[in-house]
């Protein structure tokens, strides 16, 4: 996508091929920092403070990340100690596993000598592919904007709603959830996004709209809790939102508060779209209820925000009252019944077993 009209990766191997460059994501929307990532120390602290963050990113960081850390030593304990380091980095986006695995498998046959250059190819088409797969997104999704808009009146905008950053920023280009979007908005179609905040970092608020902004989609960005009252009023017309672990059977894990969206997204029969690169599939799970790993991160997400000062300066505040305690689940899970459908590289299936595996025989496993 554009930063400044000018074509940008979130994540890229420096000019002079000794490192990894990455959009500091902590530092937005206030600032377009990017950052260095030299080590495998670097790449896991990116992805476990959240420089990085988004399922397919958090993958494509740490494929990179082996190739950090097998340049400076490649022996099978190495390669162990690295995959360790980056897999405890953050439990719930499969991607993560499925990213190191495939680094892992593809190197741990070959001598010492040769892992470093093969995991630096490897990563680099991890990231190519994960464009790859988006803009099959946004060909799956785009005809599902389309129809909607021919329903319309001419010249009447089709809301869109989504919940956190499952964009551009959240992957390597382009975007999940939001590759449908784009293309709509490049096809002329008049697309408008209702932006959830989701607290408590925002990364709507700070991601989405950001980069919504940046490729002049129109946008409004809501407090999490509007997105019922909205769709009881009928200016919602589809949700679309990214997945970090999806099952065999369609159960979607995404950021917390994804659930009481599709919840009043049903109760409204408002079209409620998961957008799920096959990677983010876990086809090793059929209840995503019981078996996904739920991240709790740290209780100061809420109880503190950071923000623009009116002199400019950034500044971190506290909300709560001085000792009131505050718990952090960062995803929920909505069950495959919830879900109106899976938008993949492959095309938009059913949330449910059997249409997963007709679509992916290849990887679904069997029995
Ligand atoms: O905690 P984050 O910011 O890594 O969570 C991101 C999300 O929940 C996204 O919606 C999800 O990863 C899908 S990204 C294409």
């Known amino acids: 996508m554009n930063v400044s009209g000018r074509p940008t990766r979130t994540l890229w191997p420096s000019a002079d091929g000794t490192a990894i460059e990455i959009i500091d994501q902590t530092r937005l929307p206030h600032a377009f920092v990017t ?7 670097d ?30 030593d490649a022996s099978d304990a190495a390669l162990a100690r690295a995959y360790a380091t980056l897999l405890a980095t953050r439990p719930t986006a499969v991607n993560l596993r499925w990213a190191l695995d495939r680094v892992r498998t593809h ?11 093969a995991a630096r190819q490897l990563a680099a088409y991890v990231c190519d592919e994960d464009v790859a797969l988006n803009r099959g997104i946004a060909v799956a999704g785009l005809p599902l904007i389309r129809a909607i808009a021919a329903r319309k009146a001419p010249g009447e905008r089709v809301n869109v709603l989504t919940h956190c950053n ?17 293309a709509a908005h490049d096809a002329g179609l008049s697309v408008h996004v209702w ?38 009023h009928g200016h919602v017309d ?11 059977t369609g159960d979607v894990c995404n950021k917390i508060g994804t659930y009481l969206k599709a919840l009043a997204a049903h109760d409204n029969h408002v079209p409620f779209y998961v957008a799920a690169p096959s990677p983010s599939i876990d086809w090793t799970l059929s209840d995503g209820l ?9 209780a100061r997400e809420v109880t503190h925000l950071t923000g623009r000062l009116p002199d400019g300066t950034v500044a971190t505040i506290a909300l709560l009252p001085e000792g009131s305690p505050a718990a952090n689940p960062a995803f929920d899970v909505t069950p495959a019944r919830l879900v ?28």
């Open 290 to 298: 019981r078996e996904i790993p739920i991240e709790e991160r740290a």
């Open 166 to 182: 499952a964009g551009w920023l959240a992957t390597v280009d382009i975007g999940t959830a939001t590759a449908p979007l784009y």
């Open 238 to 248: 589809l949700v679309i939102v990214g997945t970090d672990r999806t099952t065999a």
């Open 43 to 72: 790449a896991a602290h990116a992805i476990r403070a959240m420089l990085v963050r988004g399922a397919p990113l958090i993958g494509a960081t740490a494929a990179w990340g082996l190739w950090l850390a097998l340049r400076t």
């Open 107 to 117: 190197v741990a046959p070959l001598a010492p000598s040769a892992r470093a250059a």
């Open 35 to 41: 950052a260095r990532l030299s080590t495998l120390d």
């Open 195 to 232: 932006v959830d905040e989701t607290r408590p970092r925002n990364q709507g608020a700070s991601l989405t709209a950001w980069e919504l902004l940046n490729h002049g989609v129109p946008h409004t960005v809501i407090a999490d809790n509007a997105g019922g009252h909205l769709m009881q």
């Open 340 to 367: 109106t459908g899976l938008i993949t590289e492959r095309g938009v299936c059913d949330a449910n077993a059997a249409a997963l595996r007709a679509l992916f025989p290849d990887k679904a496993q069997t029995g």
